[in-house]
């Protein structure tokens, strides 16, 4: 059987959510998927979810949060665009964030089926802003693609461990296969925390992948 050489479809994959985790101390406690939303297959659109005022006691909370996917076509070519945003970011008496920021945008060309069916994805746009711990404010680094649009998953930012609180790792952008090299993963904040507070949280998280359909096989 021959190979298809027409895309018939394209398939919208993402997801985005905005917290997710769990209080390990001074009890236990799930935090859920905050605001989790997803692409439907073939189907474009927009889809959105938002949050204010979230707090769990004085061991997590959040002023707003919003998570995002905007899949659309325009001429042949077929974006999805992903966003995953918490604001005013408080964990314990120790840890604050103003801004935490998830982008994820794929754009694929179809005229490049069946040769080429997967998208470009880009995590530009994607940030943190103002991580303090204990008052000390965080300089982080980020990949040149966070801000140019170019590049590859696999750059991970040295993690930031504080003793006697726990272990801060941020822009996580990874393949989620890294054989097949397609669907990518990010989550700008992750907490492994295990003092006053303990607390295992990921903060602004998405994957995005996509494809036209049938695969070229």
Not at 141 to 154: L, V
């Amino acid at each position: 059987m021959l190979a298809p050489t027409k895309m018939q479809k394209y398939l919208y994959k993402a997801n985005a959510i905005a917290l997710r985790g769990s209080i390990r101390k001074p009890y236990f406690q799930e935090l859920g998927d905050h605001l989790a939303v997803t692409t439907y297959a073939g189907a474009g659109g927009r889809i959105e979810c938002r949050s204010e005022g979230f707090a769990i006691g004085e061991e997590l909370r959040y002023d707003s949060a919003r998570t995002e996917i905007i899949a659309s076509e325009q001429d042949g070519v077929f974006t999805t665009s992903l966003l995953s945003q918490v604001f005013g970011l408080q964990v314990g008496k120790r840890l604050t964030v103003e801004e935490v920021t998830c982008r994820l945008q794929s754009v694929y060309d179809s005229r490049l089926y069946p040769e080429q069916c997967f998208p470009r994805i880009s995590p530009a746009g994607s940030t943190i802003r103002n991580l303090r711990i204990d008052g000390e404010l965080q300089r982080l680094a980020f990949a040149p693609a966070f801000e140019e649009g170019r590049g590859e998953p696999g750059f991970v930012p040295e993690s930031i461990y504080v003793k006697d609180f726990g272990t801060i790792y941020y822009a996580e952008w990874a393949w989620v296969h890294p054989q097949e090299k397609h669907q990518q993963h990010l989550t700008m904040l992750r907490l492994a925390l295990g003092s006053d507070t303990g607390a295992a949280v990921c903060v602004g998280n998405g994957s995005s992948d996509g494809a036209g359909w049938p695969p070229n096989a």
